[in-house]
């Protein structure tokens, strides 16, 4: 009998309470207000989007609790409208809302799950429409689903009435909270979607419900004013709508039409004539509704409907929006896409009358939010839209002789220049060039008869020597080595140059620093390079002057030509070139000083020459100057071979620092040149003095089936020319919480990086470098089938599609813009002797028209569009960054008086950088604030085949930086036993003032990649084709790579050797100890007192038990796997996570205790302690009494001990049976006897965790489902980050999760090493200096404890969890009024923790200290205990 004597003094207890810091989850709810603001629901989470002037968050609330916000249903200021829609916004128009600078509020119905609340939304316009957010009742949970809410427009307007899931309908006073009014339907089956339709009193309200048995219901829950109804008040069905074949997700009724769309499981939506309904008297329209059009578009299940007068808008799973045209027979005529994998959730269509403009948005599962303009029903504008684009092609009726075969535009046309303005020249294989400009041909240059049959043609821009003015320059070549060279205005001011005597395979115009170079690829792999200038002399007529360059020569291959050149800024090692040929290799030429010194003394060539007027001794000429020159040859520095495949290499481009290459493999390479010791450079080149080599950073496929790729176009916002001009725009975007979606990854020179990158780091002297090494965001334009299109790898998405034919043709694409792609674009293309155009966009210089073309506007970026399966925490990031004026939300806004924003002060922020790996195959590198909630995606890398299960990281913080550099290698696993391997250097961009990251790809490893290299592969069977990685871990960081251990999905536990060096990753040994899959590794690492090093690596399978492996030798065992030297059963199923952290113990005990905390299957917290001896501390026997209490407990089976290894042994093991309501998914290690768990079931705990009991001391409701992933880190906060935070998005809902000493019934079963002991010993007998696990500090005795033979003893007693019940209480306030200063401490602030949730989205949370008074502590427990005794 345990009495209250035996209870431990305590000073503090330190409890711990959580709150939300930063939320990313599908977009569940969207409604337009005024067609001024849009209204989102993500999670609990309500936020006030501003259109006006352009789009910007200013105000967020959390209001649902634990509940997902489904709908949001402002009232009416004025009576309902008829010509409205039941799915739109009420309210008057934005004129009329600015015609006063009164004060005005707005009533907002916030519903989802069975929860409703009231919300007031207040608009102040003397402030620069300062909005916000205001809760005004109590949150009203009801007993069923809430499908639909609808205000009631009488006088009475504190009524609402809502439809449930049990075909029910209920009438709400939100004043009271109270149901005045409930009614169901005689046929009460399960509803999954519900539309209401209200006029002024219940009696009219009509219910429109699509049913789990694929109908539609239409009955009266008032009865429409007869008071004769059953006496269990259960309303006839009045209409019943037949057709769907699957589940109806949504309704949508258009009153003026008396139109019902229904959008359904089975990929359809379906409008109906169903007549007036609603109204006075409750209208239930037509007797025989008829189905008046199904529309078939989407390629899964439509989730969303909207109508409209002349457009039906829908929205679906496979993450897109069709806008459908009624008057064009049901035709699709737009589609709005921008959302990544996961589809869209929510959609919402402003209110318009006619051919008025209405605003369209999209709420993803990634959760990002998108907003278009879409104009009325004019079906000929919209299809100058995206999809439409694809259509409308236009024959530009070439007149010319002969069959074009070449089309080039004429020069670098304006930026500002549009469509019809631009000019192109064609070519054809009677080597006739023409020209096309303001929709006429004319033949501008009729060439020779060597010149048919074959030509190659390209054009460039040059400005004219000491001059503005520039002019257009054509080459053209033939198949015996000619080159003609002219004015495209001048065609008879040309010269002949000639490139061999054979054929020319290419002809490349390159410009760096105002000048020109032509390159001229002919026979036997030589490379003729010429120098040409545009002068104007005496009579302002226009003359060409040409230098020869020393010769390229390629490597010997069979196709042996060049297809891509740019020409690198000089440098102390000379001129660079990077080049690529058609074998797909990647070439590094260099020219050296002496040459351009001696190329800098020859003589101009005779003026009549330069102006063709000799034709005859061109020739001659260039000849008598390639003696001068010494007939020079340069061979390549540096070569990458067959890199892009045997297909070729497409292009080769330049930009801030790095170098971009696309080929017909599907890959875009990104490189650079690497400076390396000449030692190291063996078998190269005897030129290559300076130790020049190209190395490839990272490698990025293009969409499934896109494998002919032609360039990379930098995103237009990437552009540092025009982030001036895109400046406001990007201040709307970046708002709190949320990535923009101009995310990019804008280059920026890396501050300090290792060794071998700051060597390898080529600056140019001539440029600034403040903007170097970084990759830039961009955009691939390639052939997909038989579409040209350029695509967005990093949204995954098309930006422009054309259906030209597929490759093998000439092609432009107008506008280039120095290789930016601005947004738009129209493709000028050759097809079956045509020259084919089509039309693109209309362009608009302001922000709404760009939202009308095809991405849309990005009011948020989506993450994952699945579930995040993984998240690793990289590090922390610093920087100082501009501090703007803000609202009461904390996003930047403009101020007052002017356009542009204005540096108030520097402040320093600091950003957290974490890595995470969903099942859409994509790694993501985000930054998050915590600070501010905001969330930027750095990188998105989508190298694998298939879903990422785990991810881990090897970081090391650059020294002397202040945190503003960050190295890291980042390994990422998962199906079809795939792992990759990247560095990641994150640093600080001075420029955009935001973090920037650039990967570089290390090496990949897949375990069949060696048998689909086997040319007989068709006939052997491929071994474990579903293998895939579970868990990996990192067990001993070297100086070149570091050693992983890797569970699989076939039983074998796997080690790896990563080597940044050779690229390579290298199996060491595998076992299949396990029998079973293997779900989770975790390591830890040991020291003993004189310095010794000691590596465990501990593995869980599926069947419960943990493994415990001694890998201080790992690398040494060779191909033979080591053996466990423990096994622990812990489990009664699979162990999903492991969190293992050691504890020293003093010198007279020697030695160390493991802690191992796992959570499986069965919902199980397990702690096992584990008592290890060092060797040496063996032979002398170790602490006294733990082998001889260990040893009994564990059969010969279990441990395996070598005389010169560790000796370890089980020391306690203490279970939570009931720690999560469901499997548990993910366990971390916060501080040393803090750990964090999370599950299905939506809740993060916190549990104290001791060598004797496991303690539950707080618990918070996850907004993140199917939570998966967990990443948990501590650090301080500024008392600066501290005042900021008093304004985030989530202050307005403290959901504090307290620690409190209460019992509520969980119960844990310890069993520890006493229990083998038979004295019983109590720990006021224990002698000094041994060691009894039985009784915690506190006293309390353990619970369901057994003796040596198995037998339980009489005195089962319930263990005080000390912690276990959840309080969740919500300070709901508006955003603006913050948290009390008072709450936060100095010490606070130094002990900040913080969880990433992941799952469906994720969350960040921030976890505090807080203390309550001991003896008030202790006296509450002493009288629980008491109670508990008696």
């Not at 009696?203 to 829950?221: R, S």
């Not at 802690?1155 to 069965?1162: C, P, Q």
Request: proline letters at 3%; hydrophobic letters at 35%.
């Amino acid at each position: 009998m345990d009495t209250i004597d035996n209870v431990s003094p305590i000073k503090a207890i330190h409890h711990k309470s959580m709150e939300t810091a930063a939320l990313v989850a599908p977009v569940t709810a969207l409604e337009f207000l005024l067609d001024a603001f849009l209204l989102t629901g993500e999670g609990p989470v309500l936020t006030v989007f501003s259109l006006h002037p352009r789009p910007k968050a200013c105000a967020s609330l959390s209001v649902l609790q634990h509940y997902r916000i489904h709908g949001i249903r402002p009232t009416s200021v004025e009576a309902v409208p008829a010509q409205t829609t039941a799915t739109g916004a009420h309210g008057r128009k934005r004129d009329e809302l600015s015609s006063t600078s009164e004060p005005k509020f707005y009533d907002l119905a916030v519903f989802g799950g069975k929860a409703v609340r009231l919300v007031r939304l207040h608009v102040d316009l003397r402030a620069g429409e300062h909005l916000r957010l205001e809760i005004l009742g109590p949150l009203m949970e009801l007993q069923d689903w809430a499908l639909d809410v609808r205000w009631l427009s009488g006088d009475n307007r504190s009524l609402l009435c809502v439809a449930v899931s049990h075909n029910s309908a209920l009438l709400l006073d939100i004043v009271t909270g109270n149901v005045l009014f409930q009614r169901s339907c005689l046929e009460g089956c399960l509803l999954y979607s519900a539309l209401l339709l209200v006029h002024e009193s219940w009696a009219d309200t009509i219910l429109v419900g699509g049913t789990v048995f694929n109908q539609l219901v239409l009955w009266k829950p008032g009865g429409g004013g007869d008071k004769s109804v059953d006496s269990e008040h259960k309303a006839p069905v009045e209409r019943r709508l037949l057709g769907h074949s699957g589940v109806i997700f949504s309704i949508s009724y258009l009153q003026e039409k008396g139109w019902l769309a229904s959008a359904s499981d089975d990929r359809s939506v379906r409008v109906w004539g169903v007549g007036a309904l609603g109204g006075p008297e409750g209208k239930c329209g037509d007797l025989n509704p008829a189905c008046l059009r199904v529309l078939y578009g989407h390629q899964a299940r439509v989730f969303s409907v909207r109508l409209s007068a002349g457009n039906v808008f829908s929205a679906g799973e496979d993450g897109a929006c069709l806008v459908w045209d009624w008057a064009g027979g049901g035709k699709v005529i737009r589609t709005l896409k921008g959302h990544r994998a996961g589809g869209v959730r929510a959609l919402a269509v402003s209110e318009g009358t006619g051919d008025e403009e209405r605003w369209v948005a999209t709420g993803g599962a990634d959760g990002g939010v998108r907003l278009w303009r879409v104009k009325g029903s004019e079906e000929g504008e919209e299809k100058k839209m995206e999809d439409a684009v694809t259509e409308k092609l236009t024959d530009l009726k070439f007149p010319g002789h002969g069959l074009p075969k070449a089309v080039c535009m004429a020069g670098e046309e304006d930026k500002n220049a549009s469509w019809s303005q631009s000019k192109f020249v064609v070519c054809t294989d009677q080597g006739t060039v023409y020209q096309y400009s303001a929709g006429q041909w004319e033949m501008v240059w009729q060439g020779t008869p060597e010149f048919q049959s074959y030509c190659v043609m390209e054009t460039i821009t040059v400005r004219v020597k000491d001059s503005t003015a520039k002019v257009n320059l054509c080459a053209v070549g033939n198949l015996s080595g000619s080159i003609q060279v002219f004015l495209i205005s001048h065609p008879q001011r040309g010269f002949l140059l000639t490139g061999g005597s054979g054929k020319i395979h290419s002809l490349i115009w390159q410009e760096a620093n105002n000048r020109i170079y032509l390159l001229a690829s002919g026979s036997g792999g030589l490379v003729h390079r010429w120098f040409i200038e545009v002068e104007s002399d005496e009579n302002s007529s226009l003359a060409l002057s040409v230098n020869p360059l020393p010769s390229f020569l390629l490597p010997p291959c069979a196709k042996r030509w060049l297809t891509a050149a740019v020409r690198l800024h000089s440098t102390t090692q000379g001129l660079l070139w990077a080049c690529g040929d058609r074998r797909g290799s990647l070439l590094l030429f260099q020219e050296g000083g002496t040459q351009e010194r001696k190329m800098g003394d020859d003589k101009r060539m005779d003026e009549g020459w330069l102006t063709g007027r000799k034709q005859t001794g061109g020739e001659g000429g260039e000849e008598r100057e390639r003696k001068e020159v010494g007939d020079l040859v340069l061979h390549p520095l540096s070569c990458l071979f067959g890199v892009h495949g045997k297909q070729g290499v497409t292009s080769v481009c330049e930009y801030q620092g790095l170098l971009y290459s696309t080929g017909r493999d599907g890959c875009v390479r990104v490189f650079r040149v690497h400076l390396v010791a000449p030692e190291k450079l063996e078998g190269k080149a005897a030129e290559n003095k300076g130790g020049l080599q190209l190395e490839v950073l990272r490698v990025q496929r293009a969409c499934k089936g896109m494998e002919w790729l032609e360039r990379v176009l930098i995103l237009e916002f990437d552009n540092p020319a025009e982030e001036e001009e895109e400046g406001d725009e990007e201040l709307g975007e970046e708002c709190e919480n949320h990535s923009t979606t101009k995310t990019r990854n804008v280059t920026g020179k890396l501050e300090v990086t290792e060794g071998r990158e700051e060597k390898g780091s080529l600056r140019g002297g001539e440029e600034k470098t403040e903007n170097k090494g970084r990759e830039a965001r961009f955009a691939i334009i390639g052939f997909h089938a038989v579409h040209f299109v350029v695509w967005d790898p990093v949204r995954q998405e098309r930006l422009l599609a054309v259906p030209c034919g597929g490759g093998h043709r000439s092609w432009r694409l107008w506008p280039s813009h120095g290789g930016v792609w601005p947004g738009y674009g129209a493709l000028v293309f050759i097809k079956q002797g045509a020259v084919m155009a089509s039309q693109p966009p209309g362009e608009v210089s302001s922000w709404a028209g760009k939202v009308g073309r095809t991405g849309g506007w990005g009011l948020r970026e989506g993450v994952h569009g699945r579930g995040i399966g993984c998240v690793c925490r990289l590090g922390t990031i610093r920087g100082f960054g501009n501090k703007m004026q803000t609202n009461s939300t904390g996003d930047w806004t403009k101020t007052e008086g002017g356009d542009d924003v204005k540096e108030v002060e520097r402040e320093e922020e600091h950003w957290e950088i974490v890595a995470t790996g969903g099942e859409d195959t994509s790694l993501t590198v985000l930054a998050v604030r915590p600070n501010s909630g905001r969330i930027k995606v750095l990188s998105v890398i989508t190298d694998h085949i298939s879903s990422v299960r785990t991810v881990t990281a090897v970081t090391r913080p650059e020294a002397g930086r202040e945190k503003q550099t960050l190295s890291a290698l980042l390994v990422s696993a998962g199906g079809r036993a795939q792992m990759q391997c990247y560095r990641l250097l994150v640093g600080w961009d001075r420029q955009r003032l935001v973090p920037s990251c650039q990967v570089i790809q290390v090496a990949s490893h897949r375990l069949d990649e060696q048998w689909e290299r086997r040319r007989n592969r068709h006939k052997t069977v491929k071994m474990d084709p579903e293998t895939r990685y579970m868990s990996v871990v990192a067990l001993d960081e070297k100086t070149d790579g570091c050693l992983l251990a890797l569970a699989g999905s076939d039983g074998a536990l796997r080690l790896f050797s990563v080597s940044e060096v050779k690229h390579q990753i290298d199996l060491l040994w595998e076992t299949f100890y396990h029998q079973r899959c293997v779900l989770s590794v975790a390591a830890c690492s040991l020291e003993d007192r004189k310095g010794n090093r000691y590596k465990l690596l501990f593995s869980a399978a599926t069947d419960g038990k943990i493994a415990v492996w001694d890998l201080t030798d790992a690398s040494s065992h060779g191909p033979t796997p080591p053996i466990p030297c423990l096994d622990i059963h812990a489990h009664q199923s699979g162990v999903n996570s492991l969190a293992v952290w050691a504890e020293e113990l003093g010198h007279q005990e020697g030695g160390c205790l493991v802690t191992v905390a796992s959570g499986g299957d069965d919902g199980q917290l397990t702690v096992s302690v584990i008592k290890v001896q060092y060797p040496e501390d063996g032979k002398i026997g170790g602490s006294r009494g733990i082998s001889q209490i260990s040893e009994p407990r564990l059969s010969p089976q279990t441990q395996f001990q070598s005389p010169n290894q560790l000796h370890l042994h089980l020391y306690s093991q203490s279970h939570m049976p009931l720690a999560h309501a469901a499997p548990l998914t993910a366990l971390k290690l916060l501080s040393p006897d803090l750990v964090v768990s999370t599950s299905s079931d939506q809740r993060v705990c916190l549990w104290r965790v001791s060598s004797t009991d496991i303690c539950h001391i707080g618990a918070l409701c996850c907004h993140v489902a199917d939570a998966a992933g967990l990443a948990v880190w501590e650090g301080k906060m500024t008392e600066e980050e501290e005042d900021k935070n008093k304004k985030t998005r989530f202050e307005s809902e403290q959901e504090i999760a307290i620690w409190r000493g209460s019992q509520t019934g969980l119960k844990a079963t310890c069993q520890t090493a006493a229990q083998f002991n038979k004295d019983k010993k109590t720990h006021d007998e224990a002698k000094d200096g041994e060691p009894v696990a039985a009784v915690g500090e506190t006293g309390d005795p353990v619970c369901q404890t057994s003796n040596e033979e198995g037998g339980e003893t009489a005195g089962e007693c319930r263990h005080q969890t000390e912690a276990d019940s959840v309080a969740e209480t919500e300070g709901e306030v508006n955003t603006g009024t913050g948290v009390k200063a008072s709450r936060e401490t100095k010490e606070e602030r130094e002990k900040t923790g913080w969880v990433l949730v992941c799952g469906q989205g994720f969350q960040l949370l921030r976890v505090r200290d807080t203390e309550t008074d001991a003896e008030m502590w202790t006296t509450g427990r002493e009288k629980e205990r008491l109670t508990e005794l008696k």
